[in-house]
């Protein structure tokens, strides 16, 4: 069972509710947007560097003003004022073409039961996705595992926060926006950098290793982890 004064469980998505090789995942995502944007006059290169700049842009974020606009500021400077018209184009390609990416990614049929479970038993689930994509593609990447934003009491954006993973302000916005104090919140997630961040918050931590991700080596053996499937058992839903 959950150490009896949590209430509250954040779950990254991609990795941990969401299978994924990110490699195969990243060249489908930008193969797919390559081939939207090019009607319009863009060249895959330059957009897929742009796009790189602007995620990048996002991830240093200081919390000044939303990853939305420091991303599609940041995206206009490099390929002009003129592509910010094609916002409504991305918005679609999110809630459309997105779908393609599903190829590279897995599927995981204890997602659904693990926040239907921890809801019914009275714990509010929070998503904390790292916020560099549109709510929209969000909405998209949740349906592949039987998933919705309104299935969780709070989601992360790029339109609603202004910092983003591995910096640990992104879990202190997380606790302002919500009003949860650290010590009622476990965050569930793959990637040894990012989601470990929640430690420095105060923030307990919970790293599934299916898709684990530990890009710097860091030493995680201090760190609860486990399977997905670990995991429902750990919070006595298996």
């Known amino acids: 069972m959950l150490e009896p004064q949590i209430t509250t469980v954040l779950f990254d998505l991609d990795g941990t509710l969401l299978p994924m090789d990110t490699e195969g995942f990243t060249k489908a995502y930008f193969a797919l947007l390559a081939k939207k944007a090019a009607p319009y006059g863009y060249q895959p290169e330059p957009l897929v560097a742009a796009v790189w700049k602007g995620t990048k842009a996002m991830v240093k974020n200081d919390g000044t003003q939303p990853n939305d606009a420091r991303f599609w500021d940041t995206f206009a400077g490099e390929l002009g004022e ?5 916002r409504p184009e991305f918005d679609s390609f999110y ?4 779908h393609g990416a599903k190829t590279a990614c897995g599927e995981n049929p204890w997602a659904k039961k693990a926040v239907d479970g921890l809801k019914a ?15 929209v ?9 039987g998933l919705a934003p309104e299935d969780f009491s709070h989601v992360t954006a790029y339109e609603n926060y202004t910092t983003c993973k591995p910096n640990p302000e992104y879990y202190g916005e997380i606790l302002r926006n919500t009003g949860k104090r650290p010590e009622e919140c476990l965050m569930v997630g793959n990637d040894a950098l990012e989601d470990t961040a929640a430690l420095q918050k105060g923030i307990g931590v919970y790293l599934v290793t ?5 890009p710097t080596g860091r030493d995680i ?11 429902l058992a750990m919070a006595g839903l298996a």
């Open 137 to 145: 593609g969000v909405r998209t990447r949740l349906s592949w595992i």
């Open 221 to 231: 053996s201090q760190v609860s982890q486990g399977s997905f499937q670990d995991f």
């Open 95 to 98: 809630a459309n073409e997105f």
């Open 210 to 214: 299916d898709c684990l991700l530990n």
């Open 82 to 86: 003129d592509v910010k018209r094609l």
């Open 121 to 135: 038993r009275g714990y509010d689930v929070i998503l904390a996705t790292n916020p560099i994509f549109p709510l």
